[in-house]
């Protein structure tokens, strides 16, 4: 079993749709990150959350750190086919140790 | 522009091989990293390394040993390669501000 459960597995949704993924543990986090990987490359990190209950706007993706800082949610507004990909979350429960969950795959048609 | 470097991007062994995957990061990092990639398990730590001289497993360290040569390289070997090793393997290194940089992968077959 991994330390982050991550939900859903895959996401298909049209061009225009909002989503939200989740990534949850009963494990408390130092930090939490999100990442975004494109086929044959390594993951690019999109953000980082540190206090519980903290909220971070990166253009139409909004991430959500829980107040227990068990958890997040990456909410994503009007999705774009540009958002395609696999997204990670990944959570340092010891300084600069990180664990990822096992990814959201989405793809957004035209 | 650097960042992470990793070799080689594609290997094929036999079952019972060994081989060493090589690592080098030019940022002046502390700490490096070596994950496993396999299809719907997200990204698995096999070992770590918080500082030069210091090195520590993870999820899925079996049939794994690491070198931390230097500050700048870190290397993974497989000692007897065995079809459970098949993967996309990726370095990363990480500074004081808890931001991991990847390496492009290296997709090893083992058959």
């Known amino acids: 079993t991994q330390l982050l459960e991550q939900s859903p597995q895959f996401l298909s949704i049209q061009e225009g749709e909002n989503l939200t993924v989740y990534c949850n543990s009963s494990s408390v986090f130092s930090s939490l990150q999100w990442y975004r990987q494109e086929p044959g490359e390594g993951p690019v990190l999109l953000v980082t959350?540190?206090?519980?209950?903290e909220v971070k706007k990166l253009k139409r993706l909004t991430f959500q750190f829980g107040d227990a800082r068990k958890d997040s949610s990456l909410h994503i507004t009007a999705a774009q086919p540009g958002d395609t990909g696999l997204y990670l979350c990944?959570?340092?429960?010891?300084?600069?140790?990180?664990?990822f969950g096992s990814g959201t795959k989405l793809n957004v048609k035209p | 522009n650097a960042g992470v470097t990793q070799t080689p991007k594609f290997q094929v062994l036999k079952t019972g091989q060994s081989m060493t995957l090589q690592c080098a990061q030019d940022m002046n990092h502390n700490s490096m990293y070596w994950y496993r990639q396999d299809p719907g398990m997200g990204l698995r730590l096999i070992y770590y390394s918080a500082s030069e001289g210091t090195t520590d497993k993870g999820e899925v360290p079996n049939g794994y040993n690491v070198s931390r040569l230097n500050k700048r390289e870190f290397s993974l070997r497989l000692e007897s390669a065995a079809p459970s090793q098949t993967s996309v393997y990726f370095c990363a290194s990480s500074g004081v501000f808890e931001k991991l940089f990847f390496g492009s992968g290296t997709q090893l077959s083992v058959l």
């Open positions: 959350v540190v206090t519980g209950g």
């Open positions: 990944a959570g340092t429960p010891h300084f600069n140790k990180f664990y």
